[in-house]
C-alpha cells in the first residue's frame, strides 16, 4: 500500500508570509492513464475537510488563488503565498493512484503567529 | 447546494452494532459514487467505504472488511454504514463524503461513534 508523508508536522506562520507544505508518496503517483491522483485538504477547527487542490495542481471550485499545488511523481507541495488568518487548520494530502484504496497523509497544522 | 447530513452515532459497547445513515441533498444523489471517512479523536484521516452509484460495487479498508458493510437507497437519497463487532479503536467521527472514484468533494459535518465499556 502507498505510503503518504507530510512535512512539517506544524507550521507557525506570520500572516502575510508565504508557507509550505511537503507532502510525499511511498510510490509514483502518475496513474497509467497519464493522471496523478493527488489532492489537497484543509480542516478548519470544528469543520470537516474541504477540498483545495485536485490531481496535484488544480484548485477546487471558490478556492483563493494563494493556494497552489506542485509536484510529480512521489514529490508534492502545496504552497500559500501569502497567509491569511482564515487559513489555520490541518492540511492533509490525499493520493487515489492506487484506488479503489484512498491514503491520507498525517497531516500538518498551520497557525498564525 | 449539496447537503449531507449524518445521524445514527453514539456510545456503544465493545463488539455492539451501530447504524449510521447519511442523507444527501442539493445533488443527483445516484450520479455519485459515496464513502465513508473517519476520523478518530486528535487524529488524522482514513478512508473506511465506498459504494458505487448503483450499490453493485463496494470497496473497504481492511480493518473493517467483515465487519462494516456501506449500503444505499437511492429513491431514499440515504447512504448507510452498518457497523458490527465494533472495537475500541473503532471510536471516531464518521464523515459521509460525495465521492470515491477519485476523490471527495463535499463532506458531512460527522457524527461521533464512541465504543467503550
Known amino acids: 500500500d502507498i505510503v503518504m508523508t507530510q512535512t512539517p508536522l506544524s507550521l507557525s506562520v506570520t500572516p502575510g508570509q508565504p508557507a509550505s507544505i511537503?507532502?510525499?508518496?511511498?510510490?509514483?503517483?502518475?496513474?497509467?492513464?497519464?493522471?496523478?491522483?493527488?489532492?489537497?485538504?484543509?480542516?478548519?477547527?470544528?469543520?470537516?475537510?474541504?477540498?483545495?487542490?485536485?490531481?496535484?495542481?488544480?484548485?477546487?471550485?471558490?478556492?483563493?488563488?494563494?493556494?497552489?499545488?506542485?509536484?510529480?511523481?512521489?514529490?508534492?507541495?502545496?504552497?500559500?503565498?501569502?497567509?491569511?488568518?482564515?487559513?489555520?487548520?490541518?492540511?492533509?494530502?490525499?493520493?487515489?493512484?492506487?484506488?479503489?484504496?484512498?491514503?491520507?497523509?498525517?497531516?500538518?497544522?498551520?497557525?498564525?503567529? | 447546494q449539496v447537503q449531507l447530513v449524518e445521524s445514527g452515532g453514539g456510545l456503544v459497547k465493545p463488539g455492539g452494532s451501530l447504524r449510521l445513515s447519511c442523507a444527501a441533498s442539493g445533488f443527483t444523489f445516484s450520479d455519485y459514487y459515496m464513502s465513508w471517512v473517519r476520523q478518530a479523536p486528535g487524529k488524522g484521516l482514513e478512508w473506511v467505504a465506498k459504494i458505487s452509484t448503483i450499490g453493485t460495487t463496494m470497496d473497504y479498508t481492511d480493518s473493517v472488511k467483515g465487519r462494516f458493510t456501506i449500503s444505499r437507497d437511492n429513491a431514499k437519497n440515504s447512504l448507510h454504514l452498518q457497523l458490527i463487532s465494533l472495537r475500541a479503536d473503532d471510536t471516531a467521527v464518521y464523515y459521509c463524503a460525495r465521492g470515491g472514484l477519485r476523490y471527495f468533494d463535499h463532506w458531512g459535518q460527522g457524527t461521533l461513534v464512541t465504543v467503550s465499556s
Open chain 1, 22 to 113: 511537503s507532502c510525499k508518496s511511498s510510490q509514483s503517483l502518475l496513474h497509467s492513464d497519464g493522471k496523478t491522483y493527488l489532492y489537497w485538504y484543509l480542516q478548519k477547527p470544528g469543520q470537516p475537510p474541504q477540498p483545495l487542490i485536485y490531481e496535484a495542481s488544480k484548485r477546487s471550485s471558490g478556492v483563493a488563488e494563494r493556494f497552489s499545488g506542485s509536484g510529480s511523481g512521489t514529490d508534492f507541495t502545496l504552497k500559500i503565498s501569502r497567509v491569511e488568518a482564515e487559513d489555520v487548520g490541518v492540511y492533509y494530502c490525499m493520493q487515489s493512484t492506487q484506488a479503489p484504496l484512498f491514503t491520507f497523509g498525517p497531516g500538518t497544522i498551520v497557525d498564525i503567529k
